[in-house]
């Protein structure tokens, strides 16, 4: 009985120790998605419901190893994150010989950027300027009205801030850690649809010229990438992956936030 009751006991501290645990966690999570977030200011707005041009969604979700990835994944000594090679190892398939003693292969796997490590992200609300509506009221007596109308298709391009191997490969790593830190929907490539348009409402007084200037924002990523040789090991039944001449090199990129518009407003006396 004594037996029985400590092993129920031990039960519930159990239990409660996950809960707790899983309830700081959740905690711990939400703090760090909270953190990562950027806070967007007024003067940007959302068109993705408005942009005449539907833009693709970039999902780029971190890709889930295999049972045989991970345990490979495991042996490196190097973190490794390119979505690419994981999937390499996913689709590796490796079976257990029950004679394989004394058996030995190094196959070489080829020279692949290995992980990125971001070491500052900001965004710049006014990357591009794309559009420019206007209003003349310098002969009116009331006050007039303008709002954003897109005067033509615009495309913005992001890019890496200087060259080097493997440069796609890079820049999904790039964008996933960016989007990981900002919790925004960026893209290289974004593109604004002629006649978008947003309600919004500015006022240009009598004898005063309006100027409603549009631009694109895109994140300033930074930061550095591992670069290694990459080689499968496999001795009798065991499976390894080795690393070789690891090198390192600091990079940049420009990423565009799909579907925002950042406005500024100015009034003038005459024209701009």
């Not at 559009?131 to 391009?157: F, L, W």
């Amino acid at each position: 009985m004594k037996k029985v009751m400590v092993a129920i006991v031990t039960s519930l501290l159990f239990i409660s120790f996950s809960s707790v645990t899983c309830a700081e966690q959740k905690k711990a999570d939400d703090k760090v998605k909270a953190e990562s977030s950027v806070k967007i200011p007024n003067s940007v707005l959302n068109i993705s419901k408005d942009n005449t041009y539907p833009n693709p969604t970039q999902d780029l979700p971190y890709l889930q190893p295999s049972s045989l990835a991970q345990q490979l994944l495991d042996t490196s000594d190097v973190k490794i994150e390119n979505p690419d090679l994981i999937r390499m190892l996913n689709e590796t398939t490796i079976s257990d010989a029950p004679l394989a003693f004394g058996y030995r292969a190094t196959i070489y796997m080829g020279q692949w950027p290995l992980n990125y490590e971001s070491n500052e992200t900001s965004v710049n609300w006014e990357y591009q300027k794309i559009n420019t509506n206007y209003s003349d009221n310098r002969g009116g007596k009331s006050p007039q009205q303008i709002y954003y109308k897109q005067e033509a298709e615009k495309h913005v391009k992001g890019g890496l801030t200087a060259k080097i191997s493997n440069s796609e490969d890079v820049k999904k790593m790039m964008m996933l850690k960016s989007m990981q830190k900002t919790n925004l929907p960026l893209s290289f490539h974004t593109v604004i649809g002629y006649g978008t348009k947003k309600d919004q409402v500015y006022n240009v007084a009598p004898k005063k010229m309006g100027y409603l200037y549009a631009y694109a924002p895109a994140v300033n990523e930074k930061g550095k990438v591992t670069f290694g040789e990459v080689y499968l090991v496999l001795k009798g039944n065991k499976k390894s992956i080795v690393v070789k001449n690891v090198t390192s090199q600091g990079i940049g990129a420009w990423i565009p936030i799909q579907d925002h518009v950042s406005f500024g407003y100015v009034v003038s006396d005459r024209p701009r």
